[in-house]
């Protein structure tokens, strides 16, 4: 099977190979060809192995003969004539050549809907320089070399021309002085009854200027070149009047001028989806547009801006002023309902100033679209496809019926329309939103502990359903236009509403997942998990609060710069406010750090002994053997010693037995001997202590101690080894015959003198 289908795919490859071939040796058609220091439109018509053709301007030709795709020939113009190679690219769209050592000649093939139109002759000087002009600025700023090959028709020039190169030369400075030069065409000579005319015209920073001469001829107005010395010597004069020592210099300079961010705006909008967004938005003043709005809103902007600049009137470079140290704004385009204003705008620290469209002409962009909407575009701007989703929908809303365009008030009627159903639309969204995410974290965390499950689904519904239903009214309201109208500041007030809601729901998700690990961390002995717990949750907590604070700001147009600093002089002073909260909790951090005790542990401190039962961020709560809660702040337990009961190793045992004074000396020998024996036969005792003797005569007993350890971990533990000694104590005394002494007193009566004669006598 492989191998069947091997050979199918070498049938299909040499079958195609030929026809592949001759498609990419085809020459036949026009070309836009350019070399170091000039360009022509060439076309080429392929005989068998011979190519031919001509090319403009200059009324040159070429010929040739091919081998595969080289073509190897000569070209013949004013009388020269000269050799060329020509080889064309695999895909038949380009060409690479030399017409002599050196000096490359480059092609690229003409699509035919690029090809020029005849065009009919110049009626007026005024046609003639609008034609020149508009060839000229196609040819140099839109990359349109088709427009070259029509120049020939304008011009005439002084004297006898040296030839193309000549003719180029004088073509390329006029055109520079042209280019360098601010003027109205409206200015420019109309009907005129002689055979020639005369126009002034000259940069808009200074006051040197020359004189465009026109002459017709055969019924045809034409721009005069007069002899390349009197063009450099203009260009000369023009470039020492600016103040500039080179005419690069003065380009580069010119790169920052009115006239510059309008032809950027217009080239790159024309070029968006090939990377001219990027050149379009760098012409906006898009300081009132919030930052985390700029994806949406720039664009729509944009392509407002573009409408009406479309609708004003066809733009001609030279009609605006490229001095880049202009002190007054330039003014595009009046209206009543706002006007198209390029004019500096500051530029970041350390940057130069930009010639910008300025954020008052963004604002009123969409105001004067409503307003001229149904003006046509101007004659000779090419149609062009809209570059957001608005203007589609807005079309779509045009061919579904007019009507609907129609303006009410600040919106049109379908964006009446639009505008109950965005919103229902993102309510019902937010609902869905809201209780899927219920549903779901019920459904998830069914098997989960009780309080997790519970917390997350009360919690957090409500700020999905907030987050969703406002994200999904600012997309729509966007996508509808909405954000450009009067509902541009409910747009901002829903954009910060979304904001707000992505602060809650991580404020939330971090209370809700904190809430767990708390609870796993009561359920140990060990604190120092429910401090750092806690302590982090509480960060979390303020730095969630922090970022959506500065993240509104940032949404809103606010400089959340100063909201920052706003915060840091807030906690400043929140600090000295809450000292004693502060003391407390790096009370609670060091804590966390000497661990000093336990949950569950007996500790005392100062005149209270108690058993720990919660250690906070912020105090210690005790439980006192009166069953009474006691919260002592944690800077107060840092500041005083720590007895800690519950971390003993062993516990002590101390008795002090009594026997009776009439116990022989024998038998209390032998109770204290074999009383040290049964100590040290009890489990857990330490074997290095166990310390028993007469201890002393007390009043009533002869008393006999007995102290030692015992390893036990607790106090039942200790109660319980207790009550086994004390026990084997009794049966040992039991069984040497010993008895416990208790308190005995024995009174005396000795009666008074008085009282015994009496008694005598009586006797």
């Not at 519970?454 to 969703?468: C, E, H, I, Q, S």
């Not at 062993?650 to 049964?678: H, W």
Request: proline content about 5%.
């Amino acid at each position: 099977m492989l191998a069947v289908v091997r050979l199918a795919l070498l049938a299909f490859g040499l079958l195609a190979c030929p026809a592949l071939g001759q498609e990419g040796r085809d020459w036949t058609g026009v070309w836009d060809t350019f070399w170091r220091d000039g360009e022509a439109r060439m076309t080429l018509q392929r005989d068998g192995d011979r190519v031919t053709g001509s090319y403009v301007p200059g009324a040159g030709s070429v010929e040739g003969t091919l081998d595969g795709r080289v073509m190897t020939g000569i070209w013949r113009q004013d009388g020269l004539e000269g050799p060329i190679v020509f080889s064309l690219a695999e895909d038949g769209q380009s060409f690479t050549g030399r017409y002599v050592d050196g000096e490359y000649w480059n092609g690229s093939r003409v699509a035919p809907q690029e090809m020029s139109q005849p065009t009919t002759p110049a009626a007026t000087p005024r046609e003639a320089l609008e034609r020149f002009v508009a060839l000229q600025n196609a040819a140099d700023y839109g990359s349109n070399l088709s427009a070259v090959g029509a120049l020939d028709g304008l011009m005439l020039y002084a004297g006898e021309p040296l030839g193309d190169r000549d003719q180029r030369h004088r073509r390329n400075l006029l055109w520079t002085l042209i280019d360098l030069s601010t003027f109205r065409l409206y200015d420019a000579p109309g009907e005129v009854a002689e055979d020639s005319a005369e126009f002034r015209l000259g940069p808009s920073a200074a006051t040197a200027d020359f004189t465009l001469n026109f002459q017709r001829r055969d019924g045809a107005w034409h721009l005069v070149a007069p002899s390349e010395a009197a063009l450099r010597a203009t260009l000369d004069r023009f470039l020492s009047t600016l103040g500039y020592p080179t005419l690069a210099a003065l380009n580069a300079a010119r790169e920052n001028s009115p006239r510059q961010t309008m032809r950027d705006f217009l080239q790159g909008i024309r070029a968006w989806n090939s990377g001219g967004e990027a050149q379009t938005l760098r012409t906006l003043d898009l300081s009132g547009v919030p930052p985390r709005l700029y994806t949406v809103e720039a664009p729509l902007l944009a392509e407002y801006l573009k409408q009406v600049i479309d609708r004003a009137g066809y733009v001609t470079w030279q009609e605006i002023p490229d001095d880049p140290e202009r002190t007054l704004p330039y003014v595009f385009y009046r209206h009543p309902a706002g006007s198209i204003v390029i004019d500096r705008v500051a530029g970041a620290e350390g940057a130069p100033d930009r010639w910008l469209f300025t954020a008052e002409t963004l604002r009123d962009a969409p105001a004067l679209f409503a307003a001229m909407q149904d003006l046509p575009t101007a004659d000779g701007i090419p149609p062009s496809a809209p570059v957001t989703r608005f203007f589609e929908i807005r079309e779509w809303f045009r061919a579904l019926s007019p009507r609907l365009l129609h303006r009410i008030g600040p919106l049109d009627l379908w964006q009446w329309i639009a505008l109950p159903l965005s919103v229902a639309v993102a309510l019902v969204l937010g609902w869905i939103a809201g209780h899927g995410v219920t549903l779901l974290a019920f459904t998830t965390l069914r098997h989960a502990e009780r309080g997790v499950r519970v917390d997350a689904t009360r919690l957090l519904g409500r700020p999905t359903g907030t987050l969703v239903a406002s994200g999904a009214a600012v997309w729509l309201f966007t996508k509808a236009g909405l954000a450009q109208t009067l509902l541009g500041t409910l747009t901002v007030v829903l954009a910060a509403i979304a904001t707000v809601a992505v602060g809650w729901l991580c404020y939330v998700g971090v209370e809700v997942l904190g809430g767990y690990f708390q609870r796993r961390a009561q359920r140990t002995r060990g604190f120092v998990d429910e401090i750092a717990t806690s302590l982090t949750l509480g960060i979390l907590k303020v730095i969630i609060v922090a970022l959506t604070l500065i993240a509104m700001a940032d949404v809103t147009g606010l400089p959340y710069e100063g909201v920052i600093a706003g915060l840091g002089v807030g906690g400043v002073a929140l600090a000295f406010a809450a000292r004693e909260t502060v003391t407390n909790l790096i009370g609670g951090a060091i804590l966390m750090s000497d661990r000093p005790f336990r949950r569950g542990d007996l500790v005392e401190t100062g005149d209270t002994r108690a058993r720990v039962e919660q250690v906070g961020l912020r105090s210690t709560r005790l439980r006192t053997f009166d069953d009474c809660t006691l919260i002592i702040p944690n800077s107060q337990l840092t500041d005083k010693s720590i007895i800690n009961w519950g971390q003993r190793r062993k516990r002590k045992v101390q008795l002090v037995i009594s026997l009776t004074y009439d116990t022989p000396r024998e038998r209390l020998d032998v109770f204290v001997t074999r009383l040290r024996a049964l100590y040290l036969a009890q489990p857990g005792a330490d074997a290095t202590t166990g310390f028993v003797g007469l201890k002393a005569l007390g009043a009533s007993s002869l008393d006999v101690e007995l102290w030692g350890y015992f390893f036990v971990a607790d106090y039942p533990a200790h109660v319980a080894a207790q009550h086994r000694l004390i026990g084997d104590i009794v049966e040992l005394a039991q069984s040497l015959d010993i008895h416990f002494a208790f308190p005995t007193q024995t009174i005396h009566v000795v009666p008074d003198e008085g009282q015994a004669e009496g008694v005598k006598n009586n006797r």
